[in-house]
């Protein structure tokens, strides 16, 4: 598919059915949480996505090799995902999910400011300002109002977050305004992932015992990990990162946090009110705006 200017209609039921996906896999952690410890079940992850990526690149026939000049970019696409996912954890240890949930998915506002300054053809006008402003408002809105999430608040769990974050949109950063962009996202993933792995594996030794009593519904989360989100969940964000702006496909990373409101109240009976329905109208407001055609 040819690169597209704004989000179409494909794009929006995709990135749409995407944080819809990433919003259960919260779901999916905090069960495999229970018998696997968080860091070094996130390099498990890396380790067995990298291996499907690999074998999904050989069955389809594609060279499974390292471009000229890649070298540095795949290298920081790989600690930007380790260091993502490290922070992450901690500072869901640190701090409440409801902070660290407002402060990491400030990543597109991040992602913005640097393909401002980076990414030719992505700058942010006042019209996109707001639907990011907007967009955000709602997630606030969403998830601030969630009932009794455990943990104390941290100014060191806050910042964890907010490089978590900037990592994030780091990893789009390298995909959009490095040479890897004119590799395939599967080459791009398979950085992320060979990369990762080993890193996390050693970060993971400082976050106590490997095993926390596993069954088998912990394993299977495991595998719903390594094939759904690490290789084809990160695989189609990468694929559709190439085909429309990157602000653009950041944004619809609001959704998630709103989604998972909504998959707490169907799994887990929490209270939804009004609330709910003001963060979303902000955040289709907000996205409206974003990907509204400019004006000739």
């Known amino acids: 598919m040819a690169q597209k200017d704004r989000i179409d209609a494909f794009g929006a039921v995709g990135l749409t059915g995407f944080a819809l996906l990433f919003a259960f896999n919260q779901v999916v952690i905090a069960v495999v949480n229970e018998g696997l410890q968080p860091v070094f079940f996130a390099a498990l992850r890396s380790a067995g996505g990298a291996l499907c990526i690999w074998l999904w690149m050989l069955a389809r026939g594609l060279p499974v090799r390292i471009a000229p000049g890649t070298v540095p970019a795949g290298l920081l696409m790989g600690v930007f995902f380790a260091v993502e996912f490290v922070c992450l954890f901690v500072a869901l240890d640190l701090t409440t999910v ?8 400030t990543m597109p506002v991040w992602l ?9 053809g992505e700058r942010i006008t006042g019209r996109k300002g707001a639907g990011l402003a907007l967009a955000f408002a709602g997630v606030v809105i969403a998830i601030s109002v969630r009932g009794g999430p455990g943990g104390a608040a941290s100014l060191a769990g806050d910042l ?7 990592a994030w949109a780091g990893i789009a950063l ?121 004006r000739a």
């Open 98 to 105: 409801t902070r660290t949930s407002v402060i990491f998915y």
């Open 174 to 294: 390298v995909a959009k305004a490095s040479p890897l962009k004119a590799v395939r996202p599967e080459t791009q993933l398979l950085w992320q992932l060979v990369v990762s792995a080993p890193l996390l594996l050693i970060a993971a030794v400082a976050f106590g015992p490997f095993l926390r009593e596993p069954e088998v519904i912990h394993w299977a989360g495991l595998g719903f990990q390594i094939v759904v989100i690490a290789s084809g969940g990160f695989l189609f964000w990468l694929w559709i990162l190439s085909l429309y702006p990157a602000a653009s496909v950041a944004a619809f990373s609001f959704l998630s946090p709103v989604f998972g409101v909504f998959l707490g109240w169907l799994l887990l009976d929490e209270r939804v009110g009004w609330e709910i329905g003001a963060a979303l109208g902000l955040v289709v407001a907000g996205l409206v705006l974003i990907n509204r055609p400019a």
């Open 160 to 166: 964890c977050a907010l490089v978590a974050a900037m």
């Open 112 to 120: 913005a400011l640097m393909g401002h300054v980076l990414i030719p």
